[in-house]
Each structure stands twice: as C-alpha cells, then as structure tokens.
C-alpha cells in the first residue's frame, strides 16, 4: 500500500471517529433532553449581536386586534392548581408569552424576559403571563425552578384565544390596558432593553 492511500485510509477512520463521537455527542444529549439546554445556550449568543433586539418602531398602536369579552374567559391553571381567567388581568398591560421548556428558542430568550420583569416590577398596572404550553406541566415546572425565574407563568385550562394562536414558539404579544393587542413577536428576541421596558411603563401611563 502506497503512502497516499494510507494517508488516505487514516483520513477516513479520524473522520469516522470525529464522527462517530459527535453522534454519541448528540445522542447523549438527547436522551438526557440537554439537548434543548445546549441549542438554547447557542441561541442566546445570537442575542448577543443585537440583531434579535424587540423593536418597538414598528408597533401596530392603531390597526391590532382587540380582544374579546369571550378571549377574556380563557382559563389559566396556576402552579398551585387554581384556575385564573384572563379577566383577572383586564384593565392592566400584559407581557403574554407563549412557551415550552423543550423549545430551545424559548430556552434563549427567557433570561431577557426575566430582565424585562425585573426592570417593570415595580409598576402596578404591568401584568406578566408566561403560557406554558408543555403537555406535562411538571417539566416546565422544573425549568423554572432550575433556573430561579421569578416570573408568573400558567398552563392553559380553555382552548386559547384566536388572537393568542401561533404557528411559532415563542410568540410573544403586548396586550394595552385597553385590550388591543399593540406587539406582536413570532420567535425568539430580547426584551432586556431599557427601551423595551420604558416602552411598556409609558403605555401603562397613558
């Protein structure tokens, strides 16, 4: 055997081994569901270049939808097992979130959530309603514990409101005081601007 077909050969098994351990790689992740953690922690880098930033220059404040006395029957089962509806939180501006723990865009934005929850806290008339929509409630239930999110989160106890169905995970909508859905975001982004969160203060002033 000449020295370039070994060369070659020898190519071959470190490209099988590379291989090979990237699927093992992957497997692992899989079967232990880190999966969603590792694609989610890759995700939040994109975050970093700004380009996912939520703009609020192309914020629909006269054409969104308002929703309806029947929306604001939608029913929401808390951690605790009691059930809220929707009209518990009329008359406040909303931050509605719509997530699952196994989706790793999710997975990446949920920290600039927390920021933004963190930068509004203070004002009374600001709502936050994270929708889980995990079809067993107990791993969303873990994810939060797991990373210390303080934010009020809920599963779905009625069929969602037409105005909150998506094809996307997440999708995030900004609901006015008045009931009109004014932000609408299908996918990831960051919200931790104090933009964002200015952004919502003086529209639960008006």
Known sequence: MSSTEKSKKSGWKQSLIE?????????????????????????RAMLWTGFFDADTSQIATTDGPMLSDSDYQ?????????????????????????WASWCPPCVAEMPTIETLYNN?????NIRFILLSMDEEPQKAVNFMKRKDFGMPYYFPASSLPAEFRSQYLPTTYIISKQGKVVYKKEGIADYSSTNFAQWMIDLAEQ
């Open 19 to 43: 291989w090979g351990v990237i699927f093992a790689i992957g497997a692992i992740l899989y079967a232990t569901g880190l999966h969603t953690e590792v694609l989610g922690t890759m995700q």
């Open 74 to 98: 939608f029913a929401m089962r808390q951690t605790n097992g009691e059930t809220t509806s929707l009209s518990d939180f009329r008359g406040d501006v909303l931050f509605v979130n719509v």
């Open 120 to 124: 509004v806290a203070g004002h009374k």
